[in-house]
């Protein structure tokens, strides 16, 4: 802890080295979500982005649903204005990393099958190289 005097009153801010305190997770961006997410609309760029931004912290986001079709862990956040519907995919936190595998914008209520495709690969690749480092730390 860190301890800032000011006259008789004490101020503590925590510190990041601190073991009490949650480290923020990293963010993992698959393929070419970042690039997609920074083409979204400002309002709902920020949007997501504050939603992710709790979900690095170990918050709950306020609009996100669980996406088991695409398979276990994984969850979309959503925003919309007047024209789309803007999606975030990605795999719950593991070892301190949020997988961000898909953004993307929609028209309908229904994910289009290529979205669905791609997130699905991706949350492949990324288990496949979780598998790797794993046995790789085995052998160790």
Partial sequence: MLYIRLDSNAIV??????PAIPQDAAIAWEGDSREVLRSFPDDARQNLGFQLRLLQQGERPTDYRPLP????????????????WYRVVYLSRINDVIYVLHCFEKKSREMPRKDFEKARQRLKAVRARLAGEKKHEKNR
Avoid: C, I
């Fill in 13 to 18: 801010l925590p510190m990041r080295d601190d």
């Fill in 69 to 84: 079709s695409v398979g276990p862990g994984v969850f979309e956040l959503r925003d919309q204005d007047a024209r789309s």
